[in-house]
């Protein structure tokens, strides 16, 4: 079964400091990665994904990820931190159902920013 | 920019009644999907929905639970007879036309509280 190991619970950093938020999966087949970032009361918003190609994928408010397929792992990265980051962070592959697919999702990482 | 709608954004109910939840998809999607987000957890999947049929769901989609898409445009999740534990944010997803590659848009959620 498709699963998703975000290992770390909660990150702080520094505001202008780099982040790198770490992602591991499990699936069989070529994963679709997906990054989502949740403010407090809100809903999931898209960052990035990745699907084939460039293993280096870049998203919105600066953010990018690596596909490392040999080490299972879609990384997130930002060179520097903004204070508006701070937020939760879920990694998720999309495992393919008979029509549609569906997200499997890690426990998320917390992000605080401090100044 | 399209836009997945959910109401209400906060559902009170007391145990044992029945509660339907309302999602408006993007227009042009064709795959609908209900997740839950129990407070503190990961996102879990509960149900994936095309062609008015369910294609997959979850071992916690069970026989309280339905969907249905009563007319073209809304995407609702009804709980018969609710417990304590189904208390969780309730979002709504929807994706497509190529339902595997294409990212899923989520709602903004409901959130349900049983009591």
């Known amino acids: 079964a498709q699963s998703v190991t975000q290992p770390d619970i909660h990150i702080t950093v520094s505001e202008g400091a780099s982040l790198e938020l770490r992602c591991n999966y499990s699936?069989?087949?070529?994963?679709?990665l997906f990054w989502y970032v949740q403010s407090p009361g809100q809903g999931l918003q898209l960052l990035l994904k990745?699907?084939?190609?460039?293993?280096l994928v870049q998203g919105i408010k600066g953010f990018e990820a690596e596909f490392k397929r040999s080490q299972s792992s879609f990384n997130l990265r930002k060179p520097s931190v903004h204070w508006s980051d701070a937020a939760e962070y879920f990694c998720?592959?999309?495992?393919?159902?008979?029509?549609?697919?569906?997200?499997?999702f890690g426990a998320g990482t917390i992000l605080r920013v401090k100044s | 920019e399209p836009e997945v709608t959910q109401t209400p954004s906060h559902q009170v109910t007391q145990m044992g009644q029945e509660v339907i939840l309302r999602c408006v998809p993007i227009s042009n999607h064709l795959y609908f999907y209900w997740y839950r987000q129990i407070l503190g957890q990961k996102v879990e999947f509960l149900v994936s929905?095309?062609?008015?049929?369910?294609?997959?769901k979850s071992e916690i989609f069970d026989d309280q639970f339905s969907v249905e898409r009563p007319d073209g445009s809304n995407f609702t999740l009804k709980i018969r007879s609710t417990k304590l534990e189904d208390s969780a944010m309730y979002f709504c997803a929807s994706n497509g036309p190529q339902a595997v590659s294409d990212e899923q848009f989520f709602g903004p959620g409901t959130r349900l509280t049983v009591l």
């Open positions: 990745y699907f084939s190609g460039d293993t």
């Open positions: 929905f095309y062609n008015n049929e369910i294609s997959e």
């Open positions: 998720a592959v999309g495992a393919r159902a008979s029509y549609g697919n569906k997200l499997v």
């Open positions: 699936y069989g087949a070529t994963p679709y």
